[in-house]
């Protein structure tokens, strides 16, 4: 896939057009299958607890960033429990303002909401012990998301961690014209990572989603 000047400003412009007129849901934020949050959750859980922990090496426990957060399902289920602090970044303002609500009580230890896109988006520099990004890099162009790794990369507290959860294809680049977003194969994604100056310390794939979904990878990036 090339870049902003090959894809057009309309790339970024479509997909909030997209996003706006999408119910500030559970449903709404999985394209219609909310039934498989539980069990994406469990996933993402048992996925980060490997790197959470007393002792050497270990992530901290402090601040999570969630990045194409929507209304906060990962935030809520994943990060607040996890962690201290959560910040949230997205570019639909009306998803950050339903998570206010849908957060409850817990939402009391929201850091700050951010509404802007990732491709703009500067994270606070070594504020965070994981950089959660999921359903969202279809979303940033090539160049966009390298940099946008790259800054990530320099939002990280010592042992912190970046995770990519998102949608692989078989091979090469899908476009989706409806939410004008792309799916890329995981070679692809690895390329990528790679150009930010980063290593993939862990790789999974989801093995129980819905079989007409898109194979959903995850990769835990320092
Ligand atoms: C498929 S939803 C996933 C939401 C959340 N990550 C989850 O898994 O529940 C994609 C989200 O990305 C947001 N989004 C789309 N383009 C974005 C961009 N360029 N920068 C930041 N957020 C974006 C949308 O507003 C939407 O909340």
Redesign the pocket.
């Known amino acids: 896939m090339g870049d902003i000047a090959e894809k057009g400003a309309s790339f ?1 412009s479509n ?2 057009d997209y ?1 706006k007129d999408i119910p500030p849901t ?1 449903d709404g ?3 219609g299958y909310g039934n498989i949050s539980n069990m994406d959750i469990r996933g993402s859980k048992a996925f980060l607890q490997k790197f959470l922990g007393e002792g050497e090496g270990k992530t901290g426990a402090g601040c999570a960033l ?6 906060g ?2 935030t809520k289920r994943l990060l607040l429990p996890l962690f201290n602090t959560v910040d949230l ?4 303002q009306e ?1 950050l303002d339903k998570a206010k609500t849908y957060l409850g009580d817990e939402g009391q230890r929201v850091g700050k909401y951010f509404c ?4 703009e ?1 500067v994270p606070e520099f070594g504020r965070y012990d994981v950089i959660w990004i ?3 890099i279809g ?2 162009t090539d160049g966009h998301l390298v940099e946008f790794l790259r800054r990530c990369q320099s939002a990280l507290r010592p042992n912190g961690l970046i995770v990519i959860k998102d949608n692989v294809s078989y091979e090469g680049v899908v476009p989706d014209e409806v939410d004008s977003s792309v799916c890329r194969d995981l070679d692809i994604v690895r390329t990528l990572v790679a150009q930010a100056g980063l290593q993939v310390v862990l790789e999974e794939q989801e093995m129980n989603f819905p079989k007409e979904l898109f194979q959903v990878h995850t990769l835990a990036l320092r």
């Open positions: 970024y997909a909030e996003w559970v934020m999985l394209g969630d990045c194409g957060a929507g209304i399902r990962i970044v997205d570019v639909t998803f802007t896109g990732l491709q988006f999921q359903w969202v979303h940033l």
